[in-house]
């Protein structure tokens, strides 16, 4: 049996490592439901098959709970699993050490502040125990209540760009506070 290690908690969420019997879970909640994942990718890409679904959760996801790489979002109290987030590495600025924040929830879980409270503590974490000197957020222009998230999770609107795989896409920042001298 496979164990997981817990690489963010708050008050309502777990943001944890993932195992391989999580794909099923995910795909169900988010990766089959094409209005959820025309908001993190490209509005004609949606994972076309379970395939397509294993495929990018093999290559993206955290299964040794390192913190710098997605993992399954859980409700605390009952272990369900809303979502997928986490801190991956993002180029769109060209830098080699940029991560992006991100939470892309199924739908059933809109409007209950959760993209929020994961977005703020993805914050400490990235930029405190991670090591992080800039975070991003990579939305979607229309994705109102992503970039809401995003703002309340202390990220500030940067310039918008046009990403080689998710299409035009308004990007947020936040950078670790230098130390005065």
């Known amino acids: 049996m496979s164990t997981t290690r817990d ?3 708050t008050e309502r969420l777990v943001l944890r490592s993932a195992q391989p019997d999580d794909i099923h879970e995910l795909f169900r909640v988010v990766f ?4 959820v994942m025309s908001q993190a990718f490209r509005n004609d890409h949606v994972m076309a098959s379970k395939e397509d679904a294993i495929d990018f959760f093999d290559d993206h996801f955290d299964f040794g709970g390192t913190g710098k790489a997605l993992g399954v979002l859980c409700l605390k109290e009952t272990g369900e699993v809303i979502g ?3 801190l991956l590495r993002c180029d769109v600025f060209g830098e080699d050490d940029d ?8 739908r059933d879980y809109w409007g209950k502040g959760y993209a929020t409270e994961i977005g703020k503590a993805q914050v400490m974490y990235g930029l405190g125990e991670a090591g992080c000197s800039r975070l991003l957020g990579v939305v979607r222009a229309d994705n109102i209540a992503s ?5 309340k999770s202390g990220m500030a609107y940067h310039s918008t760009r ?5 299409g035009e896409r308004e990007i947020f920042v936040v950078e670790r506070k230098k130390k005065q001298q």
């Open 32 to 35: 089959s439901d094409a209005q």
């Open 7 to 9: 690489v963010i908690t």
């Open 147 to 151: 970039k809401k998230a995003l703002s």
């Open 99 to 106: 991560y992006e924040i991100g939470f892309v929830l199924g």
């Open 162 to 166: 046009e990403t080689s795989d998710r």
């Open 84 to 86: 997928f987030s986490g």
